[in-house]
């Protein structure tokens, strides 16, 4: 039951990549830059959900109260939310319940990670710690392994080619050539990815996204809060949160993350829209396959039938179904537990209009997907501007 | 006879025979530790021995691996439809090419030193 609307009022982002800012440093950065950019005073924020995955990475667990200090608000309370890759839309909802539920007026999120202090091995170890690691990982499988699978799966049952998902992987390349945030600024053509070494065949290299470090971060707040503050009216609509059997033998199929569909699900009915209402979408294209899944358990695309919209160039930025002109996680980076904050970030400046006219979508109203390993935590979030 | 436990699921594993949890309500079967089955609800859960052999679902030739395998790439991990239809996760060792290991291979779980389920080709 919502008991009152609430808006994003403000948000931040630092460059993601690898960055020489330490957790605390990225997280309160982002954050001052959301408070600031809402012109809250930084005493009306009732506490903050803070985001992170891998701070073990830093030597560093119970980040909150670090970030709360570094804020001069140390006597606000800050919890830490950690739903692997959907920390951060999971910590976005979090902080919305305060706000909707009547607890706060405002309120703060911000997700943040940095693994690039990690060898490969050990961030890939990292990232597989948030599988079902006893029968996923015992048994070999690395995070790509894991959707390198589901991408097998794909393929055997719609026909789905190795160059479908190199497409998915060009343009989102080319998104974020102009996404000044963005880890990675290199075009890439098919002919690259394809020639790109394996991690985890059927996917290569090209096809994952990679180990960024950075942070991102919303402050919500009432609708009377919003107006007082006299910016952009930026509404959630409707925010969903679902899961899925956490080990991929557990699941009826493996092409589709049934979690994915029931968090749409919800964040559309509580929208009271359909996913054809839905102008613009940031999807969790950890790796390429993944985008084409989130197209279809959305239900941006029929089942098996993502690949073709992505070829026919419908989901670039001035396509009829425009899907991460940021980048996504695939160029724009991963830092973890800040991906879904980050799609929060985007979503704002797309809805205000703050972007280059490259990637500009003109959208009204966007839903961004984010996914914890292989569907085992799935966030939806629609944003609409109101004015 | 008391739930069981993951310790012995692997100690029964290492010895070549699979058991999963087995709702005594409706049948259902789970690899991985169930306490309340997913499909009636029922908590009376017991275990039940999987058949050693079953086709591969889906699989991938792992060429960068975590800690615990980086003897052993590359390798396949895979998703085995056992014959009895229950799915299981694995891995097979030596597999190098996709060509090696392709979608309906049959294969057989080994025993072995490791934690997790090995099979091989059968």
Same mark, same amino acid.
């Given at each position: 039951m919502v008991m009152r609307d609430a808006y994003v009022v403000g948000v931040g982002a630092t460059q993601?990549?690898?960055? %020489?800012?330490?957790?605390? !440093?990225?997280?309160?950065?982002?954050?001052? !830059?959301?408070?600031?950019?809402?012109?809250?005073?930084?005493?009306?924020?009732?506490?903050?959900?803070?985001a992170n995955a891998l701070g073990m990475a830093e030597k560093q667990g119970h980040i909150g109260p670090l970030v709360m200090t570094s804020l001069g608000i140390a006597d606000k309370p800050a919890s830490t939310i950690e739903a692997a890759c959907a920390s951060g839309a999971s910590a976005f909802r979090e902080a919305y319940v305060n706000v909707a539920g009547g607890f706060s007026d405002a309120y703060l999120a911000v997700g943040v990670e940095k693994v690039s202090g990690l060898d490969t091995i050990t961030a890939?170890?990292?990232?597989?710690? %948030?599988?079902?690691?006893?029968? $996923? @990982?015992?048994? #070999?499988?690395s995070f790509p392994g894991l959707y390198?699978?589901?991408?097998?799966?794909?393929?055997?049952?719609?026909?789905?080619?190795? $160059?479908?998902m190199a497409h998915v992987a060009v343009k989102n390349h080319a998104n974020a050539m102009y996404n000044p945030k963005a880890h990675f600024h290199k075009e890439i053509s098919i002919e690259d990815v394809l020639k790109s070494m394996y991690v985890a065949s059927p996917l290569k290299l090209y096809d994952a996204c990679p180990f960024s470090d950075g942070a991102a971060a919303a402050v919500i707040a009432t609708k009377e809060v919003a107006e007082e503050l006299g910016g952009p009216m930026i509404k959630i609509s409707g925010i969903g949160r679902a899961g899925s059997p956490a080990a991929l033998p557990d699941r009826n199929d493996i092409t589709s993350l049934s979690g994915a569909k029931l968090a749409a699900r919800q964040a559309l009915d509580q929208a009271g829209l359909n996913i054809g209402d839905i102008d613009a979408f940031e999807v969790h294209d950890c790796f390429t396959i993944? $985008?084409?899944?989130?197209? !279809?358990d959305l239900g941006i695309a029929e089942a098996g039938k993502a690949a073709a919209m992505v070829r026919d160039g419908m989901t670039k930025p001035d396509g009829e179904r425009?899907?991460?002109?940021? @980048? @996504?996680?695939? %160029?724009?980076?991963?830092?973890?537990?800040?991906?879904?904050?980050?799609?929060?970030? !985007?979503m704002v400046q797309q809805l205000t209009g703050k972007v280059d006219a490259h990637r500009k979508t003109d959208?009204?109203?966007?839903?961004?997907?984010?996914?914890?390993?292989? #569907?085992g935590s799935v966030a939806c979030t629609i944003l609409e501007a109101m004015n | 006879m008391a739930l069981m436990t993951q310790v012995e699921q692997r100690d029964l594993a290492k010895d070549g025979d699979l058991y999963a949890w087995k709702c005594e309500g409706c049948g259902h079967k789970s690899i991985t530790p169930m306490f309340v089955c997913p499909v009636d609800k029922s908590r009376d859960i017991g275990r039940e021995k999987l058949p050693s052999t079953g086709v591969v679902e889906a699989f991938t030739v792992q060429r960068i691996s975590i800690e615990e395998f980086i003897n052993d790439v590359p390798f396949a991990f895979v998703v085995v439809k056992l014959d009895d239809g229950t799915n299981v996760s694995g891995w097979v060792p030596d597999i190098a090419r996709d060509s090696d290991l392709p979608i309906g291979s049959k294969v057989r779980l080994e025993s072995t030193y490791k934690p997790g389920f090995m099979f091989e080709k059968a």
């Open positions: 993601y990549g690898k960055l %020489a800012a330490s957790l605390r !440093e990225s997280a309160s950065q982002a954050a001052l !830059e959301a408070i600031d950019s809402s012109g809250i005073d930084i005493d009306r924020l009732d506490g903050a959900f803070i890939t170890s990292y990232f597989a710690y %948030a599988s079902d690691f006893v029968y $996923e @990982g015992f048994c #070999g499988a390198a699978t589901i991408a097998r799966a794909h393929m055997a049952k719609y026909g789905t080619t190795v $160059e479908d993944a $985008e084409l899944v989130a197209m !279809e425009p899907v991460n002109a940021s @980048g @996504g996680l695939k %160029a724009k980076g991963h830092p973890v537990a800040a991906t879904g904050l980050g799609q929060v970030y !985007e959208a009204k109203r966007m839903m961004a997907h984010n996914v914890g390993a292989t #569907g | -």
